[in-house]
């Protein structure tokens, strides 16, 4: 049985519709405007890093080094503001920080063939380690008004950290749909040969994939920052699970190849509703990871049983 | 002794024509010995550049300190063996800590009941990790991040955050006993890793697991039962995992959830790709493992013992990593 893409998006959208007015039934307090643009305030930093995460799963790779970058850039950028540096070259300097740790995944992986999830997991250590140790494992705070304004202000009534996330969602969109580059993302998570037959380099592919990922999550932890007004040196930890869920819940494929960016980023908004709603229950975080942990592998699962059934499909038909 | 008799053996035909190549065979047993090169290297400049580092104490410090994570380390280079990853290991440390200090204080077990079914808990973990990955097809890195946040949550609710200290003494015996001065953790580690070098270097078992490392399918097609092989590695990682984190409550004296964790397995993984085990899978020896380990407490010990901070550790081990692929890949490019 072939599910169309189609149909698959309609159902995720269904579930999430008929999910959030559960929720919204259940839980009291849910469905307040105030919670909800809190809850897609939240949601913003998971899908900022969703979006780059995509582009690293279309390709057949993970990003495990969001964890450090949410913490190592805005430390950066925090350290540079406190030290009477001005707020565009704090800023510059934190994302650079971030993009060039995310060409250097790009690096270990097209030169070297290190598996993403290494080169990322070692790079992440590297940048938590770095955060903890630049202000002795301390955090920091009190930054000037425009910074904390960028992610508590609102332009025209919406919260300006929604506005990047739509920023975010519409050049990932359209770099996916609109660019040559988008295709053959695609086809070196689908099918590398077809890339090799069209002479197309697949490592600077792997070097834009990798350094646009470090560059959203520079511009997440940014955007964290700017909401909480502090920096702590672990605050990227939560937020690594939840962006690969949100790609894995928008129907990311792990094996490659597939995925999409505004699926990824309501994967996003799903994972933020989930976790408001467990907080309004008074469910503790833990539980909530437990739970998110266990919803990946199910849909991972689920999507490998679905795709083996398509392969004998389509094998079937031929 | 046998690096030696290696080396005349290689020497002697060398020098009687040409002169040249017994530096290359030196270079090429240095190279199938990297491990206890970079630790013999690493213990050389520490003792050479940082004062009090050899010192006795501080020698058994060191001993000490690796026992444990030389336990782990051979479990996750078992997996890392079939080309797969236990990101989950650290957090399994986590809750077999707090359910040693559960079964051995508030339940006030006897010492051997704790023993089993701690590493009866780690075995059925590490087997759900082994079931999933090798029968749901859920990718190896995928399904331990999964568990590994199920785990960590586990140990957070089961023990409420809290910390159980002051465990009874038969308990702690298991891990403290005093054996020519040094701990039984350390001969319980030595234990392992002669266990596991037979394991892997004479029986079948390793035979299968390295050909299922270099490739799966090969394996497959030669009559290697490779979804028996998959699942028992991560059982015994799991079990290693549980053993280790009884070892731990024993050496600190206290059972808490947030042992382990993320740090651990990243310090486990580094241990074993410094001790030659490739992230590819097919290679990979417990006496590199435990020179791995050797090798990055030695750097642990000289960044405390300079008084840097500690979190300089973290980062270094990432760097180091970094290092390793680096000239592993070029080495093998080479070839």
Not at chain 1, 95 to 104: D, E, I, K, R, S
Not at chain 1, 201 to 230: E, I, M, N, P, W
Not at chain 2, 65 to 73: M, R, Y
Not at chain 2, 96 to 104: D, P, T, V, W, Y
Request: aromatic share 6%.
């Amino acid at each position: 049985m072939v599910i169309p893409q189609a149909a698959r998006r309609g159902a995720l959208s269904l579930l999430l519709f008929a999910g959030f007015l559960a929720a919204g039934s259940g839980i009291p307090h849910f469905l307040d405007l105030s919670n909800l643009l809190n809850v897609v305030r939240q949601s913003s930093i998971i899908g900022i890093c969703a979006v780059g995460m995509t582009f690293v799963i279309i390709i057949k790779g993970i990003d495990l080094s969001l964890a450090g970058l949410l913490a190592f850039c805005p430390m950066i950028s925090g350290m540079l503001m406190l030290a009477g540096f001005g707020l565009v070259p704090s800023m510059a300097a934190g994302l650079l920080a971030g993009t060039v740790m995310g060409l250097f995944n790009g690096l270990m992986v097209a030169r070297l063939a290190v598996p993403a999830f290494i080169t990322t997991l070692v790079v992440g250590q590297i940048c938590s380690g770095l955060a903890l140790i630049v202000n002795g494992g301390r955090s920091i705070g009190a930054f000037p008004e425009r910074f904390v304004f960028i992610g508590n202000g609102s332009l025209a009534g919406i919260p300006l950290s929604d506005l990047i996330l739509i920023g975010f969602l519409a050049a990932g969109w359209f770099i996916q749909r609109m660019t040559a580059m988008g295709n053959h993302l695609h086809a070196l998570g689908g099918n590398e040969a077809v890339l090799r037959q069209e002479g197309i380099s697949a490592s600077r592919l792997q070097f834009f994939v990798f350094g646009f990922s470090g560059f959203c999550a520079a511009v997440a932890g940014l955007l964290l920052s700017a909401q909480l007004d502090t920096v702590h040196p672990t605050q990227g930890d939560a937020y690594q699970l939840d962006a690969i869920a949100a790609c894995i819940i928008g129907g990311v494929d792990l094996a490659g190849g597939r995925g999409s960016i505004p699926m990824a980023v309501m994967g996003a908004l799903v994972i933020g509703c989930l976790r408001n709603g467990l907080d309004l229950l008074g469910v503790h975080p833990f539980m909530q990871n437990v739970f998110i942990g266990s919803i990946i592998i199910l849909i991972v699962f689920l999507g490998g049983l679905v795709r083996r059934r398509q392969e004998l499909a389509t094998r079937g038909t031929l | 002794m046998t690096l030696e008799a290696n080396q005349a053996r290689t020497a002697a035909p060398a020098q009687a024509g040409r002169p040249g190549p017994l530096l290359e065979r030196l270079g090429a047993l240095a190279g199938r010995n990297a491990s206890f090169v970079i630790f013999a290297s690493l213990a050389i400049l520490a003792a050479l550049t940082v004062g009090n580092f050899a010192s006795r104490d501080n020698l058994v410090i060191i001993l000490k300190q690796s026992a444990i994570p030389a336990v782990a380390c051979i479990g996750m280079t078992l997996v890392l063996m079939t080309g797969g990853i236990d990101l989950s290991l650290g957090y399994l440390v986590g809750l077999c800590s707090i359910l040693s200090g559960i079964l051995a204080k508030t339940l006030v077990l006897p010492a051997p009941v704790v023993l089993l079914a701690v590493l009866a808990a780690g075995a059925a973990i590490g087997l759900a990790n082994g079931l999933i990955t090798q029968y749901l097809r859920v990718p190896a890195f995928i399904t331990t991040l999964g568990t590994g946040y199920i785990l960590y949550g586990v140990a957070q609710i089961v023990s409420q955050g809290s910390i159980i200290n002051r465990l009874p003494r038969p308990f702690l015996a298991i891990g403290r006993t005093d054996l020519l001065g040094l701990p039984s953790a350390v001969f319980v580690a030595l234990g392992v890793a002669l266990v596991f070098q037979l394991l892997i270097g004479k029986a079948t078992f390793g035979r299968q697991l390295r050909a299922f490392g270099f490739s799966p399918a090969a394996a497959r097609l030669s009559g290697v039962p490779t979804a028996r092989v998959n699942v028992a590695v991560y059982t015994l990682c799991g079990t290693l995992a549980g053993l280790s984190g009884l070892l731990f409550t024993i050496r600190v004296n206290a059972a808490q959830p947030n042992m382990g964790g993320g740090v651990f397995t990243f310090e486990v993984v580094t241990a074993a790709i410094v001790g030659g085990t490739s992230l590819f899978g097919g290679v990979g020896s417990v006496v590199g493992s435990i020179f791995g380990v050797l090798s990055i407490k030695i750097i642990e010990n000289c960044i405390n013992l300079l008084g840097v901070s500690y979190h300089l550790y973290l980062a270094v081990q990432g760097a180091i990593i970094l290092v390793a692929i680096i000239v592993g890949n070029l080495t093998h490019r080479r070839e």
